[in-house]
């Protein structure tokens, strides 16, 4: 017997790796003569490598959504909606958490599925705030008392920030990337990053090389911190056993009386790559994966966050997750998607560098709002030159 070997591309962490090794398994059970292997790269090596030179040397590729408009210039994924029946996509588009499904179509083709949902949330060690009479904080002042205590973290490396002050920038007003000139105007940028400086002042400087990985490692792992606002949910970290200590998740806090911050949608979608040499297997593993069955079943008992919804409201989902899925499905909801044109990547790549200087106490906020602006301009050269 000949086997059909696929090799597929993913994230290093338990989230991005193991559900997907464990419906490999299942599906090789079922078609004996295919295997698929996949390799895991951090998520800095994601940003290192262009993802549309990976389509060269994997079938199968999990990708961030603003990635697609790169995807809808270069065709080097497959457009799935030519390959999938309109009621399957129909039930993805039905069955979406936030606009996760919606993220990954651009130029009209449907370039990935929404294999996973994140957004920013809280996370806390309950145990730590009830010992210590402390309130689950619903507003954004209550956070600013219990990070006076020094027990607040929050990622803080320039990719969470920039995701951050998009957050910022809405909670005060306006929402960014409404035209070509420029991020977000110079009022709502001032107010956005004035905010972040509060806040950021008032945490221990190492977490300026934190990743949200990284401080659900440091809260679940210690009694450091009680306490974290927004960073993006794993679902992992509510499990018990997974650590030392469960973390319990919950919606994001009202910055006003009027008004809940909005965070930047994460997660992640599965595309199929045009160079394949076994395109139809690839896809048929696609649907398999992303199906409502599986995704809110074995794919969540296997450590995945899944991106359907059926998932996020299943009793069985939220009985192994501490209620992860019910806690923060509003803030998923509310989340905002992040531009998708060709090029927009260029700007998120670089963009945080200067928003962590200014935080660190280096710069002026009117040198923030020129660095990114002209990042925002290059972006989109790069984006003008690939039409």
């Not at 920030?161 to 000139?181: A, D, I, R, S």
């Not at 002042?201 to 306490?227: H, K, Q, T």
């Not at 910055?255 to 048929?284: M, P, R, W």
């Not at 992860?324 to 790549?349: A, E, M």
Request: charged content about 20%.
């Amino acid at each position: 017997m000949t086997k059909t070997i696929l090799k597929g591309i993913t994230w290093g962490h338990s989230r991005g790796l193991v559900p997907l090794q464990a419906f490999s398994q299942r599906f090789n059970e079922i078609y004996p003569d295919v295997e698929i292997t996949w390799k895991k790269r951090s998520l800095q090596e994601f940003a290192d490598y262009p993802i549309e030179k990976l389509t060269e040397f994997y079938d199968l590729l999990i990708i961030d959504h603003p990635w697609v408009g790169c995807a809808a210039a270069t065709n080097c994924v497959l457009p799935l909606d030519l390959h999938l029946s309109p009621t399957y996509l129909e039930n993805q588009t039905l069955n979406q958490v936030g606009k996760s499904h919606e993220s990954y179509r651009y130029g009209g083709h449907q370039w990935a599925l929404a294999i996973d949902a994140a957004t920013p949330v809280p996370s806390f060690r309950k145990d730590l705030l009830d010992n210590n009479d402390i309130n689950v904080p619903e507003t954004w002042t209550e956070v600013l008392e219990i990070a006076k205590k020094g027990k607040v973290a929050a990622p803080a490396i320039p990719i969470d920030l920039l995701m951050n002050f998009y957050m910022f920038c809405q909670v005060h007003g306006k929402t960014p990337f409404t035209n070509k000139q420029e991020v977000i105007d110079q009022p709502t940028g001032f107010k956005a990053l004035k905010t972040m400086k509060e806040f950021y002042s008032l945490l221990d400087p190492a977490l300026f090389d934190a990743n949200p990985i990284r401080v659900a490692e440091i809260m679940s792992g210690s009694d450091e911190y009680w306490y974290c606002p927004f960073a993006y949910g794993y679902s992992n970290y509510s499990r018990v056993g997974y650590a030392k200590n469960k973390l319990t998740y919950g919606n994001l806090v009202n910055f006003d009386s009027q008004q809940k911050l909005k965070s930047t949608l994460g997660g992640t979608g599965l595309a199929v790559s045009a160079f394949s040499e076994n395109k139809d297997i690839a896809i048929k593993f696609v649907e398999k994966i992303v199906s409502e069955s599986y995704q809110s079943t074995e794919y969540v008992l296997n450590g995945g966050q899944p991106g359907h919804r059926k998932a996020w409201l299943s009793a069985q989902c939220n009985g192994v997750t501490s209620d992860f899925f019910k806690n923060t499905l509003q803030s998923l909801d509310d989340s905002y998607i992040r531009p998708r044109y060709n090029g927009y990547l260029h700007f998120q790549d670089h963009a945080g560098d200067p928003i962590r200087d200014y935080l660190m106490g280096n710069g002026t906020q009117a040198e923030v709002l020129f660095k990114i602006n002209s990042l925002y301009h290059e972006s989109q050269l790069v984006h003008d030159r690939k039409q």
